[in-house]
């Protein structure tokens, strides 16, 4: 089986590409990723002599890349690649139109062309927007409510159109809020937990009280691997953690397992258009893939924070900016 992941120097993707290399030995993975400020290969420097494993520079976007490296043949995509944080939306939305719609529709054109038999989007739980009570399952509508979900929903109805137009054999996953080892220090946990470990506060948006479902990363990689060998194609399969849990509950946590007090959080201007709840019902892939969430949530969340006080030179590095002199290093000069 070879497998082309997209973005996988990046959090998920990087923890997707390890989870494969130990579950499914003798595949053979190429990472396409133009590393752009979260693209990280420190975060996959344990494999990256692995003999199943190789990087390939380049952009999603650009169709010469992608034809390139799809000509070589591959059994199938899993599309990580994306511009992943709402905040930077908000600022400016044109890398998310790019990356995550046009990228995205370059990926569907090549798997067309080249006959790829699995493509898997890897979406996410916000493309439904925010749900007061209640859960969403796969077929509720699409209502996206910042200029990040609205562009992953909009890579969700390609490639649902390129399955209902051309048979391109897609799948698509959504999920929950992530958290784990490699996430990149501007999404709340890892953000949380480096700060205090600087001896800086925790912001909180707004009254702390929006909820988000946590799901530790490797529950998440399982269930794209469950998709990618029995998912059926044309379908959409919602992954949820099943731990929903109030901002000020996340931060809390956090403070009582770095040992500090309570305190040591202030609440700042809550974001614009900040999604309220975001709720997921996965009956769906437990009854027809069987997978489950196999980690209970206080114990990731422990075995999270150990993770950044014993890689703080990773978050760090990344912290003070000098991770763009490893890049230097590590690629432009080879
Ligand atoms: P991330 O921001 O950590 O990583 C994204 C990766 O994509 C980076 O390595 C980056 O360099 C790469 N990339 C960006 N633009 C590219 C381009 N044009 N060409 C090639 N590579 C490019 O993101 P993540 O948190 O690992 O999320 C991965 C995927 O999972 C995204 O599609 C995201 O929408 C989805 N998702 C994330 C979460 C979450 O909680 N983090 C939840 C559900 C779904
Ligand atoms: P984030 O990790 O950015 O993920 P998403 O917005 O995709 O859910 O944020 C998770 C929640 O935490 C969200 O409700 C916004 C909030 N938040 C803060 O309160 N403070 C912060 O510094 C950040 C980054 C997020």
């Known amino acids: 089986m070879k497998i082309l992941v997209t973005g996988g120097a990046g959090f998920i993707g990087s923890n997707f590409i390890r989870l494969i290399l130990n579950r499914r030995p003798g595949w053979d993975l190429v990472n396409l990723d133009c590393l752009t400020y979260c693209g990280n290969l420190e975060n996959l420097k344990d494999i990256e002599k692995h003999k199943g494993y190789r990087f390939a520079h380049g952009d999603i976007a650009d169709r010469v890349t992608v034809d390139t490296l799809l000509s070589e043949g591959f059994d199938a995509i899993v599309n990580f690649a994306a511009e992943s944080h709402v905040d930077r939306s908000i600022l400016d939305a044109s890398p998310f139109i790019r990356t995550n ?3 995205t529709l370059i990926l569907l054109e090549g798997a067309q062309k080249y006959g790829i038999k699995k493509y898997v989007q890897v979406s996410t739980d916000e493309v439904y927007g925010s749900i007061e009570n209640g859960s969403f399952t796969e077929l509720s509508n699409l209502a996206p409510g910042s200029p990040y979900s609205a562009s992953k929903a909009s890579a969700d109805l390609l490639a649902l159109a390129y399955w209902n137009t051309h048979k391109t054999p897609v799948v698509i996953t959504r999920c929950t809020n992530n958290y784990g080892p490699y996430q990149f220090p501007e999404k709340l946990i890892p953000l949380a937990i480096s700060n205090v470990i600087e001896g800086k506060s925790i912001p909180v948006y707004g009254d702390g009280l929006n909820v988000r ?17 029995n998912g059926k194609v044309g379908e959409i399969y919602n992954i949820a953690g099943s731990s929903e849990k109030t901002n000020l509950e996340i931060v809390h946590t956090l403070l009582e397992l770095l040992g500090k007090k309570q305190d040591m959080m202030h609440f700042v201007a809550d974001r614009p258009g900040h999604d309220w709840r975001y709720s997921l019902d996965d009956k769906k892939i437990r009854r027809e893939l069987g997978w489950a969430p196999s980690y209970d949530f206080n114990r990731a969340m422990e075995m999270t924070v150990d993770w950044y006080k014993q890689n703080d030179s990773w978050w760090r590095r990344i912290k003070s900016g000098e991770y763009s002199k490893y890049y230097e290093r590590m690629y432009h000069h080879r």
């Open 101 to 103: 719609i046009e990228g």
């Open 213 to 229: 479902d946590w799901i530790y990363v490797e529950d998440h990689c399982n269930a794209i691997l469950s998709v990618l060998e």
